[in-house]
C-alpha cells in the first residue's frame, strides 16, 4: 500500500536513475484529482471515484478521541485492484452520508473501536465466514474485551483484499505468526513445518476462521487422525490398549521428544460425556478451587474430592467426573513435533516410580473461551488413597501407584463408606494387576528384541512385526 508513497519520496533522492519519470509520478500522487485519473482507478464505479477524490491523496488523516493519528489515505490501485472493487465503497460505509462527510467532524475513541465496529459491515455478504469467526476462540476474546484477539481487518486489509486463489495454496504464509511468533518459531523447525512441499500451515490443524482452543476437547486429536488415517493402527504394533493411551496421552506428549510433560486432570461432565465449560459471567471454577485449596500449596486428594462434591452438588451439569491426560507443559512444546525415530516408545519414560511425566500436575475446567482455568494440584494427588474416588480413572502402572491401596481397602469396608468405593478399589486393583501383567510382558519382548531404550533405535527400521 506504500507504494505510491515511496515513489513520493524517493523522487527527491539524489541518485534516482529518472529523476523525470520520478517527478511525474510525484506529481500525480500529489495533486488532488490527478490520481484519479492516472490509470490507477480502472475499473472503479463513479461513486467510489468521488470518494477518492479525497481518500486517494496521502497526507489526510484525522485525529481521533485517544489523541493518536489515522492515516485516512485509501490507495485506488489496490483497491481498484481488489476484490471487493466489485462491492464498492458504498459496500462497506453505507453509513456515510455525504451531506455532512467530511466537513462535520466525527468522534471516534480509537483504532480498535473503529475496526470492531466496520466488522459489522462484512456480515451483509460473508455470512458463513462471519458465523465461523464467532464460533472462535479469538472472537470470544474479543467479546471479553481483548484488545489483542483479531479482528477481520487484522488479517484481510479491507481495502486491498486479494481473492483467496491469488494465494497460492500453502506457500502463502498464513498471518497467525504475527501475533503467535514464539508458536511459529517453533513449528518451523517441526516435522511438519520441515515437510518441504507437503509442509503444513497452522490453519491445517487449527482451521482458520473457526480457531476452537487448543487444549477443548478432542478437535486437534481427530485433525491428526484425519490425515494420520493409519495412526492408530500403527500404534497398536508395539503400545498396548492404544485406544487408552491416545485418549490419555496426547499426541505431542510422545512426540514432542524434549517437552516437559504434565497431568491435567479436566473437569468432565460424565453424563453428557464432555468437558465442562463455564458459563459467560459465572466464575466459579477459580474460586470454588481457591477455597478447596485452603492453604494455597496445591489441592491435595481430599481438597480434589471435595472440590468435585461441591461441583456435583452446585450444578445441574450432571455427573462431574475428572479425566486425567498427559500432555506438554507449553504451547511452544506442543509445536516441537519431531520425526517418528525421536518419539517416545520407552514404556519406562512413563511406567517407572517417580517418572518425570507425573511430577506436575493440574485441575482444568474450560472457562468461557474454551481456554483452560487452573488450579495445581500437589503431584501427591496422583498417588493418594484419597484421591481414589476422583482420579481412580487415571493412573500409570508403574508410576502412580496408590501405596495405601490394601489399607484402604480394609479401612474404606470398616468405615462403612460404602460398597461403591469398595467395588471401585478391587476393580481397580485387578486392572493393575493385569496391567502389570501386560507392561511386563512388553518389556521382556522388547528386551528379547535386543531395544529397551530408544537411543538404540534408528530412525525407520524399528517396527516389531
Ligand atoms: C470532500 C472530501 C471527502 C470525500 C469526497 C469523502 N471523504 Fe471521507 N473523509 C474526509 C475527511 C476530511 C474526513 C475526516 C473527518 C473528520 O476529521 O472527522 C473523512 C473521514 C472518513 C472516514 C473515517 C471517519 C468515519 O466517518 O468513519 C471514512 C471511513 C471515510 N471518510 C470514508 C469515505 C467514503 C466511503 C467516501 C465516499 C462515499 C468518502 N469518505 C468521501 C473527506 C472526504
Ligand atoms: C470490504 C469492506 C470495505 C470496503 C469495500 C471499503 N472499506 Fe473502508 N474500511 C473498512 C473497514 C473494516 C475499515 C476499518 C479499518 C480497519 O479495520 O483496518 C475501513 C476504514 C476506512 C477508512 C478509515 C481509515 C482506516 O484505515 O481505518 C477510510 C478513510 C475508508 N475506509 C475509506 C474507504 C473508501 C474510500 C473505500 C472505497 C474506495 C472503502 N473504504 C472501501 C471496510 C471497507
Ligand atoms: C487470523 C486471521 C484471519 C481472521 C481473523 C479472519 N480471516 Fe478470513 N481468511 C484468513 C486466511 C488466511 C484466509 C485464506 C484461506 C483460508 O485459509 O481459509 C481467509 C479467507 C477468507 C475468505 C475467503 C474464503 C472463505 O473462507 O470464505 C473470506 C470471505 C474471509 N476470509 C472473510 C473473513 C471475515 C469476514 C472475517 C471476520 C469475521 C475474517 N475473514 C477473519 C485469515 C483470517
Ligand atoms: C457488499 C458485499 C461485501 C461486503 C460488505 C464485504 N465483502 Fe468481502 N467480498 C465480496 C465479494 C463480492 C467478494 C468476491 C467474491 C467472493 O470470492 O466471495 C469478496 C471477497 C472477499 C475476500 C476474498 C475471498 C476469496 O475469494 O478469496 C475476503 C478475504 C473478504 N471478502 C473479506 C471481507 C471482509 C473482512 C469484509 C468486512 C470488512 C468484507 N469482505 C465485506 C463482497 C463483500
Ligand atoms: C492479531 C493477533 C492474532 C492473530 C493474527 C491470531 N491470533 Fe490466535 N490468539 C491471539 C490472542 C491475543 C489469543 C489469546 C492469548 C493466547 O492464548 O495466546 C489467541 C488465542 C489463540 C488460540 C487459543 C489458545 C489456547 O490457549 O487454546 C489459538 C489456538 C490460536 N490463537 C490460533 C491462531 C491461529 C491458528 C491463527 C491464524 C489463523 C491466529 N491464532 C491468529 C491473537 C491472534
Ligand atoms: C500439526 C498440527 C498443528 C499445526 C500445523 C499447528 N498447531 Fe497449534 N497446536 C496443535 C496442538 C496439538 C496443540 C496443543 C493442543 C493440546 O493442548 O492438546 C496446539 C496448540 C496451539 C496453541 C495454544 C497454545 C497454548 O498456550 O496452549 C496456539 C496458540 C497454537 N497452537 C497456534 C498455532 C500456530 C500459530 C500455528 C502455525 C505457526 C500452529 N499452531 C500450527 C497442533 C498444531
Ligand atoms: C493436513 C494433514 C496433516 C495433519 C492435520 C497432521 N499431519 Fe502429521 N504429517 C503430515 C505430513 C504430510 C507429514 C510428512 C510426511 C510424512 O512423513 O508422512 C507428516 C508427518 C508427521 C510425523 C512424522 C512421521 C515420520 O515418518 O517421521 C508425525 C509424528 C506426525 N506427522 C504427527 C502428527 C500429529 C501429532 C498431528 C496432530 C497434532 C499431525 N501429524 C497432523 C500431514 C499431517
Ligand atoms: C505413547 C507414546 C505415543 C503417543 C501417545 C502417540 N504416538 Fe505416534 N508414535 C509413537 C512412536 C514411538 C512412534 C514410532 C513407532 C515406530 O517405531 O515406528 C510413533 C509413530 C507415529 C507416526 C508415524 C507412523 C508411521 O510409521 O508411519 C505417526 C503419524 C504418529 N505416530 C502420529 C500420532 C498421533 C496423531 C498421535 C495422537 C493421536 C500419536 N501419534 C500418539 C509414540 C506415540
Ligand atoms: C508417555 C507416557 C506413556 C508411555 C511412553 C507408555 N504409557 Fe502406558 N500408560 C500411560 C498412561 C498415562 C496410562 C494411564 C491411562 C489411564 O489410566 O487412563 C497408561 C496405561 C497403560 C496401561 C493400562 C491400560 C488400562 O487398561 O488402564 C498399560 C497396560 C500400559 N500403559 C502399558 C504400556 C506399555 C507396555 C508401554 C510401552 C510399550 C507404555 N504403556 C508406554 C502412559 C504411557
Redesign the pocket.
Known sequence: MTRSRTMGVTATAPHLASPILAFVLAIAFLIPGVAAHAGNDKGLSKEDKACLECHAKPGLDMTLADGKKLSLYIPAKAFAESTHNSSGCDGCHSEIDMKSHGTEKKIISGKREQSLALMDSCRDCHKKTVKQYEDSVHAALVQEGSQKAPLCSDCHNPHATRSAKDMTGHAEP?P??KC?ES??RA?TESV?GQAGDEA???T???HTHNVKA??LGEN?KN??LSCHRDAVAKHKVWLPNTERHLEAV???ACHSPKAKRRVNLRLYDGVARQQVSEKVGVPQFVRMAQVADMDGAGLDGRALWSLLQDFNRSGEEGKMVLRGRL?VQ??VE??Q?AKKSQAIKDCDTCHREGAESFQSVSVTMAGPDGRPLRHDARKGVLNSAESLGSVGGFYAIGSTRIKLLDTLLILTLIAGIGIPVAHLAVKWLSNRARAKRVVAEARSAAQAKGQTSPDDRRPGGNTPN
Open positions: 498464513v497467525c505468526e503467535h508458536i511459529a513449528y511438519h503444513l500451515v497452522c491445517d490443524c487449527h487448543a487444549s486437534l485433525e491428526c496426547s499426541c505431542p500432555e507449553t504451547g506442543a509445536h513435533l
